[in-house]
């Protein structure tokens, strides 16, 4: 099932440059969450956003989901090598099932 | 509040084995998932219930069984187990939204699972 897309893959920055994740779907996405995963470990929730063209920030991250709700971007400004991990977003797209994208692997380099 | 909790934390199975993978939540959460990931990969849906005694089919369920006995426990089932279904296995569970509204899933700390 491809659901949700997400770009990129992967990503390696240099401490301090800002980046960006993208969240595609082709369906309404009736919420949208982002999570972040270290590697070999559980989900932990960073934001949710349900409403079109909302967005919400938590310290330097920020996220948005577009008036039409088949899109939502995630924005680190300022970089840190504690953001390193795996971001994954995932979506009530129909019914009661839940559908995640594959995820993008941030590298940040001191 | 413990959250949500799984054990084990690790296993081997051989082909043919069967076992089954525990989770439990403390919160109430009305709904409650199973999903595998396999490395490199997203999670897949596997199974997932919205109460008691309700369960239904997720992307993934085949080589699977569950049961919803009660609110706090979601165990899954793998019978005959495969190579296959090597992947590190997550439960969530979540509060009931109402009048449309969502609530995100709290995730337990997981299940690698190898069979050889």
């Known amino acids: 099932s491809q659901e949700l897309e997400q770009s990129p893959q992967s990503l390696i920055v240099q401490e301090g440059k800002n980046l960006t994740i993208n969240c595609t779907s082709s369906?309404?996405?009736?919420?949208l969450y982002w999570y972040k995963q270290k590697y070999g470990e559980g989900l932990i929730f960073l934001m949710m956003?349900?409403?079109?063209?909302e967005e919400k920030s938590h310290e330097k991250i920020t996220a948005k989901l577009d008036e039409k709700k088949q899109q939502s971007s995630l924005h680190i400004t300022a970089s840190q090598p504690s953001h390193a991990g795996i971001y994954l977003c995932?979506?009530?797209?129909?019914?009661?099932?839940?559908?995640f994208g594959t995820g993008t692997s941030l590298t940040v380099i001191p | 509040n413990a959250g949500v909790t799984q054990t084990p934390k690790f296993r081997i199975l051989k082909i043919g084995q069967s076992m089954t993978l525990q989770c439990a939540q403390d919160?109430?959460?009305?709904?409650m998932y199973w999903y595998r990931q396999d490395p490199g990969m997203g999670l897949k849906l596997i199974y997932y219930s919205v109460g008691a005694g309700i369960t239904d089919k997720g992307e993934v369920p085949n080589g699977y069984n569950v049961s919803r006995s009660t609110t706090e426990d979601f165990p899954l089932r793998l019978e005959l187990a495969a190579p296959s279904q090597t992947s590190v296995y997550f439960c969530a569970s979540r509060k009931r939204g109402g009048g449309g509204s969502y609530n995100e899933q709290f995730f337990g700390p997981g299940t690698r699972l190898t069979v050889l």
């Open positions: 369906k309404t996405l009736y919420g």
């Open positions: 956003l349900q409403k079109g063209g």
């Open positions: 995932g979506a009530d797209v129909t019914g009661n099932q839940f559908y």
């Open positions: 919160m109430n959460h009305n709904y």
